[in-house]
């Protein structure tokens, strides 16, 4: 029982989190909308920054569970270019509202902040990721692939909220593939 509790204000506050925004969600909020007393909150999370952190390592857990699929068996190229298509087609997706570590990142930009530094971390990953592929594919500068493949997932994700969704995804993919194809 505790850890379904556990599970679903975790789960409550990420839907706040994302459609309303980390600061724009006040602990209250959350207790509100789980219907639940503000002590089983902090039963569960000491403070509304230890949700925050748990809702994002939850987020990347299954962000990259959902990108980990079905790919192991083909070359490096086509899974490098399957997940760069991955993420476009999330960011493409209506109900999409932005990356949550981005969206973290840009609602505390203090360096020293926790939150900050898992957002961060975050980046670092999915560019570690990108650059991990791009080797395997015998990409001689895979790491300035990688980031060039970064920023167009991460700027695809900021203009699909300012411009039509499905130019801005075909455009980016369009990027995306003449970036890998090109990249000696």
């Given at each position: 029982?505790a ?5 679903y204000?975790?789960e409550?506050a990420s839907d ?9 969600t ?20 000491k ?15 299954k ?16 899974q490098l ?8 087609d ?7 509202k ?6 973290a990142?840009?609602?505390f ?11 961060v971390?975050?980046?670092?990953n999915?560019?570690n990721q ?17 980031l060039?493949?970064?920023?167009v ?22 990027m ?9």
């Amino acid at each position: 029982m505790a850890t379904k509790m556990r599970e679903y204000i975790l789960e409550v506050a990420s839907d706040l989190f994302l459609t309303q925004g980390i600061n724009a969600t006040s602990v209250d909020a959350i207790v509100a909308k789980a219907d639940i007393a503000k002590v089983t909150l902090y039963k569960y999370f000491k403070s509304k920054e230890q949700l925050i952190l748990e809702y994002l390592k939850d987020y990347d857990d299954k962000l990259w569970s959902i990108l980990a699929k079905g790919d192991e068996h083909a070359d490096a190229e086509t899974q490098l270019t399957n997940l760069v298509s991955n993420l476009l087609d999330l960011i493409g997706d209506p109900d999409f509202k932005g990356f949550a570590f981005i969206n973290a990142g840009v609602e505390f930009p203090q360096s020293d902040s926790a939150v900050h530094q898992t957002s961060v971390e975050f980046s670092r990953n999915l560019r570690n990721q990108l650059a991990k592929l791009a080797n395997a594919a015998g990409k001689k500068n895979a790491d300035v692939l990688a980031l060039q493949l970064q920023m167009v997932i991460e700027g695809a994700s900021v203009s699909s909220e300012v411009q039509i969704k499905t130019e801005a995804i075909t455009h980016a993919k369009d990027m995306a593939r003449i970036l890998i194809a090109s990249a000696p």
